[in-house]
């Protein structure tokens, strides 16, 4: 079921169908970190180096130098690490936008003959974005301060992955077709194969430039299990 559901949102990244949010996601998703590499290295280089620097003692010239040095190659691989761990939150919120056009297009052309969901509104939409922005940045940030134990800091990446992203998107497209509280409860019935899903989004999004297309494939991925598992479940309700 998950295979299948994996299998049926890979083809959709390229179809016809969804090729213009396809190109939309990646270039806005470029643009945002272009934008955030450069404010990030101006705020280095107007606030942090000059403190950095006048902590260099003085009649010292000769150290300056080299620390100048040291401090950049420090500032760009701190600059890499924060937009790895920005880039599922940035590519998040993206996408965030258009998943209701790729949910459409798949209820549309794979579920025919079963009622259509509903768009979330545009401030739900929105909210629920942020809400996930703090979600996934705290999630990485413990999973980055475990980066030092050996053994366990590949293991906690993909633990918080794919919890949060497989809980997330399962949600959205559950709340195409259910009340939010009622697709909360949905979600958690079905926990383990909701976590096994999510474990692949995190698969996904490891894979460098690939992971920029991380959303796209996890709201197909979704759509597709939330249909089989009602299908499975057809007399589930909140209340």
Do not use: Q
């Amino acid at each position: 079921m998950i295979l299948d559901a994996a299998r049926l949102s890979l083809a959709n990244l390229f179809a016809p169908e969804t090729r213009g949010v396809f190109w939309k996601v990646i270039g806005l998703t470029l643009l945002a970190l272009v934008v955030l590499w450069f404010a990030l290295r101006e705020s280095f280089v107007a606030f942090a180096l000059p403190f950095l620097e006048g902590l260099v003692p003085a009649g010292m010239p000769d150290w300056a130098g080299l620390l100048a040095v040291v401090f950049g190659m420090a500032a760009s691989i701190g600059l890499a690490l924060v937009l790895a761990l920005l880039l599922a939150p940035v590519t998040a919120i993206i996408a965030g936008f258009f998943l209701d056009d790729v949910a459409e297009v798949i209820e549309t052309r794979d579920y025919p003959a079963e009622p259509p969901g509903t768009a979330l509104p545009l401030g739900a939409a929105i909210l629920g974005s942020l809400k996930f922005l703090g979600i996934v940045v705290l999630g990485n940030l413990v999973a980055l301060a475990l980066l030092l134990v050996p053994g366990v800091n590949l293991v906690a990446f993909f633990l918080v992955n794919g919890y949060l992203l497989g809980r997330e998107f399962f949600e959205f497209a559950a709340m195409r077709h259910r009340p939010p509280a009622e697709a909360r409860l949905f979600r958690a019935k079905h926990a383990s194969t909701v976590l096994i899903a999510g474990l692949l989004i995190a698969a996904f999004l490891a894979v460098p430039v690939v992971n920029l297309l991380t959303p796209l494939f996890a709201a197909g991925l979704m759509v597709h299990l939330h249909k089989a598992l009602s299908r499975r479940d057809p007399a589930f309700s909140a209340g």
